[in-house]
């Protein structure tokens, strides 16, 4: 069991982030540091710990704000680009360290091995490039990380397979559309729990903000908080006054203690 988990929101946004590029929408115009959200992360840190979920395009970024200076792995939830497109930026890491771990579904190292061979290759490897241990991570099989298990939690984004997670009491899941019963009997009892919540409108991949509430209403946490967030929510201090009381919007940089 972690003891003081400490969940460091990197990303709260959606695939392409907010402000969106060239994009005249009030919510990208807004000054308000809680309406700038890079891609999807969150650092996990506990005891001498350090491993994030998802890697995305923002992730040197991310690093650099945070002061990160060792990692001890990274968990992919599944292959989408604002989820993997970072993955060359472990090399400091790697250069310190030695071979980063990642966490993942066999489908996806595949994916990654497809557009980060480089990385990946094993006979006459660029020496700049940085080199990883490969753990699969298989649905209902709980594996290790630091001292710590985690139980991988099997979602659908329409119909890509993804894995959420859950360490002790918390709850983390993002690019979710559905979920069975059986997976929901597996996030019950979490202290906290993370899922996305896109936009006000119906998504074909995505909880939208009445799905989200529903579905924390059913798992039944302490407390909740959304990400995966676009524009389309709206402005984050508008949207956090019609929320139930014990469901926050994240944003970048929050920092929770579990």
């Excluded at 392409?16 to 959200?37: E, F, W």
């Excluded at 991310?62 to 993997?84: A, C, F, K, P, W």
């Excluded at 002790?168 to 069975?180: M, N, P, Q, R, W």
């Excluded at 389309?232 to 014990?246: A, Q």
């Amino acid at each position: 069991m972690i003891n003081n988990l400490r969940v460091t929101f990197l990303g709260t946004g959606t695939s392409q982030g907010i402000p969106i590029i060239g994009s005249t929408h009030p919510v990208c115009l807004s000054d308000n540091p809680k309406d700038k959200r890079l891609r999807v992360s969150v650092l996990l840190s506990w005891d001498d710990y350090n491993y994030v979920i998802d890697c995305g395009p923002d992730f040197r970024q991310q690093m650099l704000t945070h002061n990160v200076r060792h990692l001890d792995g990274i968990l992919y939830t599944h292959e989408h680009s604002d989820h993997t497109a970072g993955l060359d930026d472990i090399r400091p890491f790697f250069f310190r360290q030695g071979n980063i771990p990642i966490y993942a579904h066999k489908r996806v190292v595949e994916s990654l091995k497809t557009r980060f061979g480089y990385i990946f290759q094993e006979k006459n490897k660029y020496p700049g490039a940085p080199t990883v241990n490969i753990n699969f991570i298989n649905n209902n099989e709980s594996f290790k990380i630091g001292n710590s298990k985690v139980i991988p939690i099997n979602v659908l984004h329409n119909e890509l397979q993804v894995f959420g997670f859950r360490l002790g009491d918390f709850t983390y899941l993002t690019d979710v559309k559905s979920i069975e019963h059986k997976e929901i009997e597996k996030i019950k009892g979490s202290k906290v729990v993370v899922v996305n919540a896109l936009r006000l409108e119906p998504h074909i991949s995505h909880f939208n903000l009445e799905e989200a509430i529903a579905f924390i209403k059913d798992v039944n946490p302490d407390k909740a908080y959304f990400t995966h967030i676009s524009h389309l929510l709206g402005f984050h201090d508008e949207v956090e006054k019609i929320l139930p009381k014990n469901i926050h919007l994240a944003y970048d940089n929050l920092t929770i203690t579990i």
